[in-house]
């Protein structure tokens, strides 16, 4: 258990549709990161979230946006829905956000799995 | 521009030894990463890199060789819960002080009995 989680763990929902998913950092790291891996697909950046504000941004779609609150935990919301957007999707969380030369290890989530029918 | 290279994918056979490839190629270079992923789970981190040599921890090991821009994740003894795809990241600067992880596509490692 990295100590990352996510809700929910499985979404099945129609095209055009929106959903927002979940995620709770580990205690103490105050960064996030969403990923989305297609099936037998590489992990894919989406977007960084350090400390309540945006970080860094990926291959994020304009149908996607995520944010960070005060405490830390963080939501994707995904619209529009389309059936390319069937996926498991990832939170990670680490300590600095990959800030200075510090070793920032990322803990993933166990994920969302969306699919999109 | 960044880089990253891994085989597709590697069969080897219960008990063996197998040795899993990544080159780079990146232009703030400042660590690198080997997460462990099994089908439909969440990746694992396996090890971490940032001088040039060899970090053993138990049956695997890691290699780094910063001016040839390689790695390689070394399995022993292996098992078949060893067959899982195994992912490189590259630390890399932007030039700020802020850094980023670069993966690759990851390597699917099959285990034969």
């Known amino acids: 258990d990295s100590g990352v989680t996510q809700t929910p763990k499985h979404l099945i929902t129609a095209t055009g549709q929106r959903v927002t998913l979940r995620c709770s950092p580990r205690?103490?790291?105050?960064?996030v990161y969403w990923y989305q891996q297609s099936l037998d697909q590489g992990l894919q950046f989406l977007i960084q979230?350090?400390?309540?504000?945006?970080?860094a941004k990926g291959n994020i779609l304009e149908r996607f946006s995520a944010q960070q609150f005060p405490d830390l935990h963080s939501e994707l919301n995904l619209s529009s829905l389309e059936l390319g957007d069937s996926a498991l999707y990832f939170c990670?969380?680490?300590?600095?956000?990959?800030?200075?030369?510090?070793?920032?290890?990322?803990?993933f989530g166990p994920g969302t799995r969306l699919t999109v029918l | 521009g960044q880089n990253i290279d891994q085989p597709t994918e590697m069969t080897a056979t219960e008990g063996a030894i197998v040795q899993i490839n990544c080159t780079y190629q990146?232009?703030?270079?400042?660590?690198l990463f080997w997460y462990q992923q099994h089908a439909g789970e969440a990746p694992t981190f396996l090890s971490y890199?940032?001088l040039d040599g060899l970090e053993e921890k138990g049956r695997f090991s890691s290699f780094l060789s910063r001016s040839k821009g390689y790695s390689y994740l070394l399995l022993k003894e292996l098992q078949m819960k060893d067959s899982a795809s195994y992912l490189c990241?590259?630390?890399?600067?932007?030039?700020?002080?802020?850094?980023?992880?670069?993966w690759g596509a990851g390597t699917k490692l099959i285990i034969k009995p």
């Open positions: 890199n940032v």
């Open positions: 205690s103490g790291d105050l960064s």
């Open positions: 990241a590259v630390r890399d600067s932007n030039g700020d002080s802020n850094y980023q992880l670069i």
């Open positions: 990146t232009s703030g270079f400042n660590g």
């Open positions: 979230y350090y400390n309540g504000e945006e970080r």
């Open positions: 990670a969380s680490s300590v600095t956000g990959g800030r200075g030369g510090f070793t920032d290890t990322q803990y």
